[in-house]
């Protein structure tokens, strides 16, 4: 839980400064246009700025302010490959497409070698199911024939069993002893 505060914490400190960088940058913009409009001269950009990053240290990150823009680098041009790399590349082939063709061969006996010993596995593991379940087949009619196993001692009553004997002492009980404290009105008091 601290840590999650902790990264909240530094997660929102980062936020606003962001939001206050891009806020000053607004402001300044904003008084830029404002004076060029009067006809004033524009202030110096750079010892503005060189004041700011004085004021909080510059940007700490890499990478430059995210909110300002980017220019997009030119697309570079790709090379075409000379023909002497072709011809390097194309008799190079051969040699590696036969030793590349063996060891696919080799990898595909692999694979079916592994299917094979899967479904030997498979075939053995379906035989021993079938075979635990006749045993246990056999087992059930066995105990099915010899019927139900006596107990060797007599079975206890439970204190707890209720007869007509007991049920007509508790109703005696109950009237002698009365409702329960929570359920006595006003006039049980003492």
Request: proline share 10%.
């Amino acid at each position: 839980m601290e840590q999650l505060l902790l990264i909240l914490f530094l997660l929102f400190s980062v936020i606003s400064a962001l939001l206050e960088r891009r806020k000053r940058r607004r402001q300044m913009e904003e008084e830029q246009r404002r004076q060029q409009q009067t006809g004033e001269g524009p202030p110096p950009v750079g010892a503005e700025q060189e004041k700011e990053e004085e004021e909080w240290g510059g940007w700490p990150f890499p990478g430059g302010d995210p909110f300002e823009p980017r220019p997009t680098p030119p697309p570079t041009a790709q090379r075409e490959p000379d023909e002497g790399e072709v011809v390097v590349l194309e008799s190079a082939a051969p040699a590696d497409g036969q030793s590349l063709l063996e060891q696919l061969e080799r990898q595909a006996q692999e694979a079916e070698q592994r299917a094979r010993d899967e479904e030997e596995r498979a075939h053995e593991r379906a035989q021993e199911i079938q075979q635990s379940r006749q045993r246990m087949a056999a087992r059930m009619r066995e105990m099915e024939r010899a019927g139900p196993a006596p107990s060797d001692r007599p079975r206890r009553r439970s204190p707890w069993s209720l007869t007509p004997e007991r049920a007509r002492e508790a109703v005696v009980y109950a009237e002698i002893l009365g409702p329960c404290k929570a359920d006595r009105g006003e006039e049980w008091r003492w």
